[in-house]
């Protein structure tokens, strides 16, 4: 790339290398098909599409329908590591996923491929199959969720204070989803900030793949309706006065 002045005595400033963004992904987890997404959003946006497995036969895709074909031929389900790439003209669009990272880069981006790479985050986001990837977003949802968690405990805290009768009992109620939801946070910040999981990629359909969360959801919340009842039926039966002798 060079810059001329407008005289037009000849370029004053030229760049050996191009105009490079990249875009971190966190919490990476893709199934089939969001990998096949990603690569018809590079083929729609660069014309083609090419698509390197890394694996030890230096497998490579020319089409979105390649990740079938590559599971037909006995390739791993976990994949390593993966690189869908394509350009168009001086632009060059690239989602690349290693083992310990992932990352969106587009070399001299215009307006197009700027869409393009956003769709790919969007894509990739940190929500993808995690149980408690709800909770965090962005820095933003973080600070909105820990006043979200105050509020409650407050709440709690002066029902507490005005009922004699189950006071307790109600502080303990709206007081145990506070804490779990502080503690959710923070650890949620933690992986999300200082420790980053590491991308997961699974050439498989969705639903032959589901998750622990996925499996167990409805015992899991069978359990936790079962212990709030269980605990506010007992607090009542308690009170009931025992017979007169």
């Known amino acids: 790339m ?5 005289s037009g005595e000849g370029p004053v400033l030229s760049h050996a290398l ?6 971190p992904l966190r919490m990476v987890l893709l199934y089939r098909e969001e990998l096949v997404e990603a690569a018809r959003i590079i083929r729609d946006e660069c014309g083609h599409v090419e698509i390197d497995f890394h694996d030890d036969r230096g497998t490579r895709g020319t089409a979105p329908e390649a990740f079938a074909a590559f599971a037909e031929a006995d390739g791993p389900e976990r994949l390593r590591r993966l690189t869908i790439s394509g350009n168009r003209g001086p632009t060059t669009l690239r989602l690349l996923i290693a083992p310990s990272e992932a990352r969106v880069v587009v070399e001299e981006p215009d307006n197009s491929a700027r869409g393009a790479t956003e769709r790919l985050h969007n894509l990739c986001h940190l929500s993808r199959g995690r149980p408690w990837a709800f909770l965090v977003g962005s820095r933003r949802d973080v600070f909105k969720l820990i006043g979200v968690s105050a509020l409650i405990g407050t709440c709690a805290l002066f029902a507490a204070l ?4 189950g006071a307790f009992v109600l502080g303990a109620l709206l007081l145990l989803p506070a804490g779990v939801f502080m503690v959710l946070n923070t650890w949620q910040m933690y992986r999300f900030y200082l420790v980053p999981a590491k991308p997961v990629l699974i050439n498989a359909p969705r639903a032959q793949r589901p998750t622990w969360w996925e499996r167990h959801r409805k015992d899991v919340l069978l359990v936790l309706i079962s212990g709030v009842v269980g605990i506010v039926t007992g607090y009542f039966v308690n009170q009931i006065p025992p017979p007169p002798l």
């Open 2 to 6: 060079t810059t001329t002045e407008p």
């Open 18 to 23: 191009p105009h490079r963004r990249e875009t």
């Open 162 to 165: 005005l009922l004699e009768i």
